[in-house]
Structure formats: C-alpha cells, structure tokens
C-alpha cells in the first residue's frame, strides 16, 4: 500500500456525509509512459504489490482484432454496458493503415462486443459497421481531438464525456447522450476548460442508487499536479451544468455546495474511472509519478481518501519483459463492467512504437476491500 500527501484540509470524512497524428503530439503523449526511455521499472512499485497480482487476458484491440472494422489501432476503450445488454468501448484516436498516424484518424469511435461476458470479451462489431465511424462531428484541425474520459449508462440512455482542444490545452469539454446503445448521439451542454483553474476538464461518473450520480475531476494534462473535486448530480439532470453540485470545506466542516476543496493529495493524475459497485466505490487510475496503476475501494463519494489505502494495479516495465501485472507504457485503467471486486477487470492501454498501440483486458486479483 501507499498512501498520498494530505493537504491543509482536515479530510471529507470529517464532515456531513484525417491528417496523420502529428510529431508535437506524439511526443506529449509520449512524455512519463516509457514510449521514450522514463527510468521506471517494475522494481519502482514492488513495495506496494505485494498482495496484488493480475494477469492480461487478451488484447481487445489490434489488426487481428478490431482490424476488421478499420481500427487496428486505437486506444482507451472505456467500456459501459448499453441499454441492449451489448459493452460499447468508446476509444480515443483511431487509425487504419500501417500503423498509428498513418490514415484514417477519427476520435472518439465505438467498438461493441455483442455478448458481453467478461470471461470472452470480444470485439465483434463496431457504431458503423466495417469502418468504425466517428461519433460526434471533429476534424482535427490544428492538431486537436475529442478525447473520451467517461461514458456511462443510466436506464435507457448512454452518456459520453470529451475533452476538446489541442492535446492538454483543454478549450472546453463537452457532453453527449445517445438512446439507441451509442450508434448516434446528441449534444447535451459544455463546460470552459479554465473552470476551477483546469480542474473540471477531466471527468468520471459513478452512477449510485440513491438518484445520483458522483463526479471526480482532474486537469487534464499528465504534467501538471491536480487536484481531485468531488460534485454530485442528479441522474436526471447530469445534462444541466447548473446543477451540478460541489463538495467543499469553509468554515470548519465540509459540505455540499461549499466551494471544491480537494478530496485527496494532489498529484500528476492520468485517466481515472470512477464506479459505484458491490456496495462500495471503486476509484482507478493513472498515477504518474511514480509510473503505476492503482485503485482505492471506499464505503461513500465522501469517504477520506487522504487515509484510504492506495493499491498498485499495474506496474510499468519495458517491452519484452512482461508479465503478470506488468505492462509496457500502461495507461487508461477503466472497469470493466460486470466486474466484482474478486474477479475486477480494467482495460489498459499501451503505446510504446507505431505497431504497438492497443488496448487490453486485464484481470486483477488481492484487492483489499
């Protein structure tokens, strides 16, 4: 286990409960997941895994995969059970060729298995068929994408969350429904990259029982420290940025609709996936320094997660040398749904050269709940 700096702030629970991808980007993505050479290894994060093994199940992705739908390279595949019973994985920047930036960019896409049974995870269609279409309107000009953090489902209709802009310069973010599984969707509303200095750029839904859902926010940008804002929503008013609700601590105690104070230390955060499930929360995501995977399993949204237990997922390491919990430019890191916290599968990507950019499904075993 590792545990993260606390702040100031007594902690939450003391209170109330296409043009090809060009070289500049590239290299951004690149930075701290040993595409180029980081210095992590797998020894790094020994002392937090003793109790966590995993093992990679199968590539999700890939020519022999998803080749079939023109997106033999891609990466992300946050998955979300649609209304139909089918997985939809909404995935980042998408190619068709040789390799990753050769034709073809379109972001987001999505990729369906038809039976979704986490033991035979298979990609098996795509939203448009044998040319995976890209799901809301971007061209790419000046180099910018649409890039996924979330999407989710609440009874009959699936909700999508993107990023916009030229990659960790956020202009906005922006929201999207679909009620026919994720083949169309419809603007729903938009949020300004600088609200709460950066810090509501990247979002994660977990959808409760209690009619809300909780959302965890970072800035988006893998080289700036961030902190983690914790609001709540109403499920039937997640398309209406007024109504979202902030958790915060003023004046001795915290509560909702303070200003958002963080929720944890703050650090230089990659992908997170946030999830209400088996009663409890689980939060995963990419750490950066040091390089890992980790995940947090906690009893409510406003749990102190300064004291809850950091678990370490997956471990990087170099190409060649994996194994187990082991991974080569890891980076996403999103539950798979239909996971428990016994049998917990995340999707994990990995780039490390042009051939190797994909996304795989991983099952995690030891995690202490």
């Known amino acids: 286990m590792t545990g993260s700096q606390h702040s ?7 209170g109330p409960s296409a043009a090809p991808l060009g070289p500049a980007r590239r290299t951004v993505l690149a930075a701290g997941l040993g595409v180029a050479a980081t210095g992590i290894t797998a020894g790094r994060a020994a002392a937090s895994t003793a109790a966590i093994t995993g093992t990679k199940i199968r590539n999700l992705t890939g020519p022999a995969e998803t080749g079939a739908f023109a997106a033999p390279w891609t990466d992300l595949g946050i998955p979300a059970r649609c209304p139909d019973g089918t997985m939809l994985f909404v995935c980042g920047d998408t190619f068709d060729g040789a390799g990753v930036g050769d034709r073809d960019w379109r972001a987001p896409v999505g990729l369906r298995a038809r039976h979704p049974d986490v033991d035979h995870l298979v990609i098996d269609d795509s939203v448009g068929g044998a040319h995976a279409v ?6 790419h000009e000046n180099n910018t994408t649409a890039i996924p953090s979330d999407v989710f489902t609440i009874g009959g209709t699936m ?41 509501f750029q990247q979002k994660t839904y977990a959808v409760a029982d209690d009619g809300y859902c909780y959302v965890l926010s970072t800035v988006f940008n893998r ?19 007024a109504a979202y609700q902030p958790w915060g601590y003023a004046n001795g105690a915290w509560a909702w609709g303070n200003y958002p104070t963080t929720i944890t230390g703050r650090r230089r955060w990659g992908e997170i996936c ?20 980790r995940a947090q399993i906690f009893a409510l949204p406003t749990s102190n997660l300064f004291t809850t237990p950091e678990q ?44 190797n950019y994909r996304v795989m499904q991983y099952r995690i075993n030891g995690l202490a709940v």
């Not at 100031?8 to 003391?14: A, E, L, R, Y």
């Open 159 to 199: 909700y999508m969350h993107l990023m916009r802009g030229v990659l960790y310069q956020t202009h906005h973010s922006d929201f999207w429904r679909s009620t026919d599984n994720g083949e169309t969707w419809q603007y729903l509303c938009q949020w300004p990259g600088d609200q709460y200095g950066g810090q």
């Open 223 to 241: 080289d700036v420290a961030s902190d983690l804002l914790l609001h709540r929503v109403r499920q039937d008013q997640v398309g209406n940025p």
């Open 312 to 355: 370490t997922i997956i471990v990087p390491t170099t190409p060649g040398n994996e194994s187990g919990n082991a991974v080569a430019s890891p980076y996403g890191g999103f539950i798979v749904p239909g996971s428990t916290f016994g049998d917990f599968n995340i999707t994990v990507s990995q780039w490390y050269d042009a051939q």
């Open 8 to 14: 100031g702030v007594p902690h939450p629970g003391s």
């Open 134 to 139: 890209g799901l809301v309107p971007e061209g």
């Open 274 to 293: 946030f999830r209400a499930m088996g009663g409890k929360y689980a939060l995963t995501w990419l750490n950066m320094e040091p390089l890992s995977m």
